[in-house]
């Protein structure tokens, strides 16, 4: 086994764990709780730049309530721009690196096409379900008078 085939290899595991980590967040912003729905019940270029991305999110991963949620999540959803890149560096690139014509049939490449196109459904299947519910609830105005149970409390003092 040479090095190429070992990081071809490493490229599919990337790009599978990549493909689920988007699927479950994606799962999880719908408030999906996997307790509850799980079947188990209970249970080149472009390449290192996705892997900067993907060491980035990692690390802010494990740091992310010292980081605090408004810096993290926007920091997290790079794993969509990371996707992009990993899929197009995986398509594009001739896994023997010898600047051969690339065959979009080949097994590797047939695999990252179905996992983008998995991504591509999840990812719509999101935005139906969003568009399906009803819009978020207004808040009113909190007025200056006080609250009834406040202004009882008050009299009695």
């Given at each position: 086994?040479s090095?190429?085939?070992?990081?071809?290899?490493?490229?599919?595991?990337?790009?599978?764990?990549?493909?689920?980590?988007?699927?479950?967040?994606?799962?999880?912003?719908?408030?999906?709780?996997?307790?509850?729905?799980?079947?188990?019940?209970?249970?080149?270029?472009?390449?290192?730049?996705?892997?900067?991305l993907?060491?980035?999110?990692?690390?802010?991963?494990?740091?992310?309530?010292?980081?605090?949620?408004?810096?993290?999540?926007?920091?997290?959803?790079?794993?969509?721009?990371?996707?992009?890149?990993?899929?197009?560096?995986?398509?594009?690139?001739?896994?023997?690196?010898?600047?051969?014509?690339?065959?979009?049939?080949?097994?590797?490449?047939?695999?990252?096409?179905?996992?983008?196109?998995?991504?591509?459904?999840?990812?719509?299947?999101?935005?139906?379900?969003?568009?399906?519910?009803?819009?978020?609830?207004?808040h009113?105005?909190?007025?200056?008078?006080?609250?009834?149970?406040?202004?009882t409390?008050?009299?009695?003092?």
């Open positions: 086994m090095a190429i085939d070992l990081s071809s290899y490493f490229g599919f595991g990337a790009i599978t764990l990549l493909t689920g980590n988007i699927l479950i967040g994606l799962l999880l912003s719908t408030k999906y709780n996997p307790v509850r729905h799980w079947p188990h019940r209970r249970v080149n270029t472009l390449g290192a730049l996705a892997l900067y993907l060491i980035a999110t990692v690390v802010t991963s494990y740091f992310r309530f010292e980081v605090g949620r408004r810096i993290w999540k926007p920091l997290h959803f790079a794993t969509y721009a990371l996707f992009v890149l990993y899929a197009v560096h995986g398509i594009l690139t001739d896994p023997n690196l010898k600047d051969l014509p690339i065959d979009p049939l080949d097994g590797g490449k047939v695999y990252i096409e179905l996992c983008v196109l998995v991504v591509i459904v999840a990812i719509g299947l999101r935005v139906r379900w969003q568009l399906r519910r009803p819009p978020p609830r207004q009113r105005p909190k007025s200056s008078r006080p609250h009834p149970r406040h202004a409390a008050d009299a009695a003092r």
